[in-house]
């Protein structure tokens, strides 16, 4: 079945960094837009960065825009999320995710990994 199994979060201080990576099992992985999204304690989850099949074209929010780099390694069937300059704001727990088309049409998300951002 479709599998994302995230890791890499944990704590750090403002200013520093952290790389998190997403392993998926279960399709096609360089067929598929992958995308990280975060929550943060009572608020909505949003997408962080896209990155389309080959890399080709990357997104971000604008509130990380210059500080994340998304990318993928289709021989590993991974993607990655290096947050650079982080701050308080960005705690969160961070999500991997892809819709996927027929036959496993729908909507798939890993369990996240807590990033941490405190002095």
């Known amino acids: 079945q479709v599998q994302f199994v995230e890791s890499g979060g944990g704590l750090v201080q403002p200013g520093e960094s952290l790389r998190l990576s997403c392993a998926a099992s279960g399709f096609i992985f360089r067929y598929y837009t992958m995308s990280w999204h975060r929550q943060a304690p009572g608020k909505e989850r949003e997408l962080v960065a896209s990155i389309t099949p080959a890399g080709r074209t990357t997104n971000y929010a604008d509130s990380v825009k210059g500080r994340f780099t998304i990318s993928r390694d289709d021989a590993k069937n991974t993607v990655y999320l290096q947050m650079n300059s982080l701050r308080p704001e960005d705690t969160a727990v961070y999500y991997c995710?892809?819709?996927?088309?027929?036959?496993?049409?729908?909507?798939?998300w890993g369990k996240g990994t807590l990033v941490t951002v405190s002095s």
């Open positions: 995710y892809a819709n996927l088309n027929s036959p496993l049409r729908g909507d798939y």
